[in-house]
Every structure is written in structure tokens, then in C-alpha cells.
């Protein structure tokens, strides 16, 4: 076996309780360890004097035990250990609570490297809990530049550094360098192993530096490959369905119950001209909440229907799914076309009644959520796949979904919207069209940032809302309360709004880890006026249209996204009424009030992800979860840039000399693509 594919109990110092704890943090073997990268820097080098050192700031001092410590016992349950320290310029204590045993640590006279935050109360100097080391232990925690990871519950930043240590200590000679010799040295390029041990244990400034810059070029190369590969292998080797120049598109146009937008025509033109080419169509529709993406695809399945083909659209959720075939339905009625919705929940008897005429072509619309690219849905001829808020599926079902046609021309709609350079890595297989217009007369949602001191009058505007008939969405971070995480549970806010807060009204509750039937009864509910206010975790964030809803409050706002932020905001405002989305937000640091200032002052959501991807550290952004591409665990795409673009270069050199990297010298690279990916691409590139 693979030493690097081991479990990760088996690295010196953790075992079978701290592998648990890792798991949290996805890290489940050696290499996942190896791959962990810190999320930031202590720099511990410079000592300072305690005469010089002020009021709240964190120091390094060297110093000596000036007398015997002594333990005080105000209280039950509570000791304070002190200990007296002090170097040419004063006296310090060191203060530790409930931790007695530290006591017969220190011997008068005794060197100690400390640091700490530095309190000071009256003329005494305190630092609370701090790091310290004995002259000669050579244990670098001060002294040094010191790594700080993301941890999980009951696993410090010292545990997390000592296990660091051992593996890099015990693992580092299985990394195998990737890059060919020729390429280390003309982009000069540190190798990979100093790369790692520079990462985490950085000596100076610019060895980190140089290391980051290695593992970041090796990420985003690696990254592009892979997109590149899926481009050229899934749409370029594909001819497309030539369909028709239909004149009676303009009159469809004509007839809907408002003006498309210039963004929308622009869009609707680049469409058609692929739909006419005789290449398959691989196109993303990026438009913010409300932009008009749906009428868009209504408009390219006319085309289609026109052209004697079949058109499906795929939903992440039965809600959706259900919402788009009522308002394509209502579109396309008109003119005869006939739609149909298949969904989960669906009696047997109806689901075989609509796969029956759909794979006799009686059927010209067909949508539905992930139950379309079931095996025993056959269509006649289809031709031309859609996806909605394409970040719920991967690169795989995608690719299942255009299998169901002879290579039909595939549209992929999202509302996350993301800065044009970055999407073309992110959606390095598609072409992209912006939708970067809103339609006219369409009301800014007014949102304003507020503490928790403010909840009473927060509640009392929702309830004169709900009197004037209106409804709204609370918004939580999490399912249940947190021991260690100040955060507001969905279901103990649930509870007080129904028991307590809003007895007049009707409260439901909405959670991601209800089954799906449940989502949608409620869902349902809330939409036919049913339930007043819905209590909900983000899985309102991609979803339904609820015109009467008017106000989302967000519980702990600071924990959100910004782009997340107004992908929940987009849930209001699709009515009549002026809509509000109110951010109860706790965060007091500088980066919190920054991101607060910035939903208040702008409804647009591309300037919004510039400054998400600005403020937010790096493979956050860009995560799984939201994309369906790989983690990215090193690299930041928005200050990156310069070297993505050398990572996009020298891919593209790659790719044309080997463009599927069988060469013995890229055989490494390709590797590595597999892994990163892992199951998304894997039956489309190396089959």
C-alpha cells in the first residue's frame, strides 16, 4: 500500500481519537495531512521589552522566573496560577487558569522564551495563557514563525503543529515531484518537497513566499489541465444538431408580457448562432437573481420545437423543477407545444405515462429535477439539454444528461455570479453568455446590517409586514446550536417564534436534513400563503419564487458568504412590494463590518463576488460545494492572478504538444488530474 494513501492514524502522535477529530477537517490520510496547509502565520521572531510592550498587543519576550509561583482560589471550580517573570526593563506575570499542575514547571532563576497578549491592570503586567518554551528546548513554538490551521473541537493549534512536525518529519521523501526537470528549471520553481516544509514551517519571508508561489502554479496547472481536457474532450470532438432559422422566434418575443432586456437580446443572439452552427452548443447563462435566464431558455426550446426537436430542463430541487414547468407551460400553451414535469414524487402509473409519450415524441418539453437522466428515461430526439443553477451537478451528470440525445446542444444557467475571467476557469468546458442587466422598474431590495440589540424592533417590522399581508424567511447558519459557536439554531429559533415571538402567526421550519417530500410540502405551504414565516438553514438559497415574500432576515450574517448573502437576498423582492433583507450580524472585526457595508451600499451581484473572492481566503470561494470542481486548498483565484495566467499558459502549451498527456514526461500531471477531480471527470477523460 501507498504510504501517502495510509490512514492518517498511523502518523506519530495521532491515533485512533485525534484521527476522528481530523476527519472533521477532511482529512483521512497521510496526504490529506501533508495537503493541509496553514490558514495563516504568527511571526514570533522579534522579542520586545515589558517596559515597552503595550495594553493588548501580542508579544515575544525572553525572560527569567523572578519567585515562586502561587496558585489563588477565589472561587469553586476556579485557580489562577501566577508567576513572576521579569527581564532588565520589569516585571511581568504569567497567568494560567485551572491549570495548577503548571506550577512545578518553573524553577527561580530558570530563562523562558514567552508569548502571549499582554494585559495590563493598574500598574501590573499580565499575559494570559501564554506560549513558552526553556532556553535550549528547541521547540520553535516562540522564536519562530509559527503556522496557525483551522481546527475542529478539542484539537489546539500546538496539538495540530506537533503532528505537522512528525509527518512532514516521517513522510516527506514519498512526495514525488511532478514536473519534469526542463520545466522546474526554466520557470524556476522550487522543488515540491522544500515546497511543503516551506509552506508550513517557513524560515523567513521569501522562502515562504517562493513555496506558496511552487504550490499555487502546481494547483491552478493541474486545475486547467483537467478543464482543458474536459473541453476537448467533451465538446470539440462533438457535431452538433444545425437547427433551423426560425423567423417565428420574433414573434414569440413580441408576444410576452414585457421587454427583454439589451443583455437578455445579446444573449438570446449568441444562442442562436450556435444553435445554427452544425457544433455542439456547450454554453453557461450567468445572470444575477431576477436577470430573466428562464425566458432565455424558453426562447432556445421554441427554436428547438420549431426544428422538430424535443427540449428538457433539469432542476436541482422538485420545487424548481415544478416552478419552471409552470411558467414554460404558461409560455408555451399558446402555441400548442405540449410540456410535461417529471419529478420523484410522481405517482408510478403517471411517471410511465409521461416516459411513454416522451419516448414517442408527444412530448416537447420535458422538465424535471435529476429523475430525467434516470436510465429509463429515452426521449424521441432530443435536442437541447438544460441545467438550472448548474453548481448543484457535476461535470458527470451533466454529461449523462447530453447522452440522452445525439450530442444535443446543452445550456447550463446559474445565478452565482462570478467575474468573467474567473469563470472561464470555472467553467473552463463552456462558452459563457452574461446576463448583466436586471429588468427595468424591478425595486432594490433595501438591507440593512444590525446587532442583536436591535431583534425586538427587527421582529416588530416583520409583524406589521405579516398584518399587511406579507410573508417572510428567517434565515440560520446551522441545524442546532453549537457548544463552542456563538450561532443561532434554526430549530431553537423555531420553537421561541412559535411558542413565543409569534404566536399569532403560522411558523414552519425548513432544513437540509429533511427528506426530500418534506422540503417540498413545506415549501409548498409557504408558497400558498399557508405559513406566514419560514425558518430556514441556506437551502432557500437556490429556489423558489415566492412573489408575497418580502423580508429575509439573516440570523449571524458575519458566517455567511457575501455572494451567499445575496444569493438568500434574491429570494425576496420578485412581487410588487418593496422587499427588505435585514443582517443581524455579531462579527466586530474589521473584514465582518467591511462585508456588511457592502450589501447595504450594492444590489449587483457581480460586484459583490469580486469583493467575496477578495475578502475570503483561498478555496473557500470556489469550494465543491458550490461548483462541483475540486477544492482548491492552496491557491486564491482573486489574488492569484498572475499566476493563474502563467498556469493557463503554460496548460495551453501542454495540451497543444500532448493533448492527452500520454507523453512519459506528463504522466505524473495526468495523475494528479485524477486525483483532483477525482470521480467528476474521470469516465470522460481517461476512459
Not at 405515462?353 to 429515452?378: C, F, S
Not at 448573502?565 to 443581524?584: A, D, F, K, N, P
Amino acid at each position: 500500500m501507498d504510504r501517502l494513501s495510509m490512514s492518517v492514524q498511523y502518523v506519530k502522535g495521532v491515533g485512533p481519537k485525534r484521527a476522528s477529530k481530523l476527519r472533521k477537517l477532511n482529512i483521512h490520510t497521510v496526504e490529506d495531512l501533508i495537503y493541509y496547509f496553514p490558514r495563516s502565520y504568527e511571526d514570533r521572531r522579534n522579542f520586545s521589552r515589558i517596559r515597552d510592550c503595550s495594553h493588548g498587543q501580542k508579544v515575544s519576550l525572553k525572560v527569567y522566573v523572578a519567585g515562586y509561583p502561587s496558585v489563588l482560589r477565589p472561587r469553586k471550580n476556579l485557580s489562577i496560577l501566577k508567576v513572576p517573570v521579569k527581564d532588565e526593563t520589569g516585571i511581568a506575570y504569567l497567568i494560567w487558569f485551572n491549570q495548577d499542575y503548571l506550577a512545578d514547571k518553573f524553577n527561580i532563576g530558570e530563562e523562558l522564551n514567552v508569548n502571549g497578549k499582554i494585559k495590563r491592570i493598574g500598574n501590573e503586567v499580565q499575559i494570559s495563557n501564554p506560549v513558552f518554551e526553556k532556553k535550549n528546548s528547541y521547540k520553535d513554538k516562540v522564536g519562530s514563525i509559527v503556522p496557525i490551521y483551522s481546527l475542529t473541537e478539542n484539537l489546539t493549534n500546538n496539538e495540530m503543529v506537533l503532528i505537522m512536525k512528525n509527518v512532514l518529519k516521517d513522510y516527506i521523501d514519498k512526495i514525488v515531484e511532478i514536473f519534469p526537470k526542463d520545466m522546474l528549471s526554466k520557470l524556476d520553481l522550487m522543488p515540491v518537497k522544500q515546497a511543503i516544509l516551506n509552506v508550513h514551517f517557513p524560515k523567513n519571508g521569501e522562502s515562504y513566499k517562493r513555496a506558496r508561489e511552487r504550490l499555487v502554479f502546481e494547483e491552478l496547472l493541474v486545475l486547467q489541465l483537467g478543464l482543458f481536457m474536459i473541453k476537448n474532450n467533451v465538446k470539440f470532438d462533438n457535431l452538433g444538431i444545425k437547427f433551423d432559422a426560425v423567423e417565428e422566434v420574433e414573434d414569440f418575443i413580441s408576444r410576452l408580457p414585457f421587454q427583454l432586456t439589451n443583455a437578455q437580446k445579446k444573449v438570446f443572439k449568441e444562442i442562436e448562432k450556435d444553435m445554427e452552427s452544425d457544433k455542439q452548443m456547450n454554453r453557461l447563462i450567468q445572470g444575477d437573481v431576477g436577470s430573466g435566464k428562464t425566458v432565455i431558455a424558453a426562447l432556445a426550446m421554441f427554436k428547438a420545437w420549431k426544428s422538430g426537436y424535443q427540449s428538457a430542463m433539469m432542476a436541482p430541487t422538485e420545487i424548481l423543477a415544478s416552478q419552471h414547468y409552470e411558467n414554460i407551460s404558461h409560455m408555451m400553451e399558446k402555441y400548442g407545444m405540449k410540456c410535461e414535469l417529471l419529478v420523484g414524487s410522481l405517482s408510478n402509473k403517471k411517471k410511465e405515462e409521461v416516459l411513454d409519450k416522451l419516448k414517442n415524441g408527444e412530448i416537447d418539453i420535458l422538465v424535471g429535477t435529476h429523475a430525467i437522466i434516470q436510465d429509463n428515461v429515452q426521449f424521441k430526439n432530443l435536442g437541447l439539454a438544460i441545467t438550472d443553477e448548474q453548481h448543484r451537478f457535476g461535470v458527470r451528470q451533466r454529461a449523462i444528461f447530453s447522452q440522452k440525445g445525439l450530442n444535443p446542444d446543452i445550456i447550463v444557467m446559474t445565478a452565482t455570479p462570478i467575474p468573467r475571467t474567473l469563470a472561464l476557469i470555472l467553467y473552463g468546458d463552456l462558452d459563457i453568455s452574461i446576463i448583466d442587466e436586471l429588468p427595468p422598474g424591478r425595486k432594490a431590495i433595501e438591507t440593512y446590517a444590525v446587532g442583536f440589540n436591535m431583534l425586538g424592533r427587527v421582529n416588530e417590522f416583520v409583524k406589521k409586514q405579516i398584518r399587511e399581508g406579507r410573508q417572510a424567511y428567517i434565515v440560520c447558519p446551522l441545524i442546532e446550536e453549537s457548544d463552542t459557536l456563538n450561532i443561532r439554531a434554526a430549530l431553537e429559533i423555531y420553537d421561541k417564534f412559535k411558542d413565543e415571538t409569534f404566536t399569532d402567526f403560522k411558523v414552519g421550519l425548513l432544513h437540509g436534513k429533511m427528506k426530500a417530500d418534506e422540503k417540498d410540502n413545506i415549501m409548498n405551504k409557504f408558497k400558498d400563503g399557508k405559513i406566514d414565516i419560514l425558518v430556514s438553514t441556506t437551502v432557500i438559497e437556490v429556489g423558489v419564487n415566492v412573489p408575497n415574500a418580502n423580508i429575509m432576515v439573516i440570523y449571524n450574517a458575519e458566517r455567511f458568504g457575501l455572494s451567499q448573502l445575496h444569493q438568500l437576498r434574491g429570494r425576496v423582492g420578485r412581487g410588487e412590494y418593496q422587499s427588505y433583507c435585514i443582517l443581524i450580524n455579531e462579527g466586530n472585526n474589521k473584514v465582518a463590518r467591511e462585508r456588511m457595508r457592502i450589501m447595504q451600499k450594492t444590489n449587483d451581484g457581480f460586484k459583490i463576488s469580486e469583493k467575496d473572492l477578495e475578502l475570503r481566503g483561498p478555496g473557500e470561494f470556489f469550494g465543491t460545494r458550490q461548483h462541483g470542481l475540486p477544492d482548491l486548498k492552496i491557491a486564491n483565484l482573486f489574488t492569484d492572478m498572475e499566476i493563474l495566467k502563467l498556469a493557463q499558459s503554460e496548460a495551453s502549451k501542454i495540451i497543444l504538444k500532448d493533448p492527452h498527456l500520454k507523453d512519459e514526461e506528463y504522466c505524473l500531471i495526468r495523475e494528479k488530474i485524477k486525483i483532483m477531480f477525482k470521480d467528476k471527470i474521470d469516465d470522460i477523460i481517461f476512459n
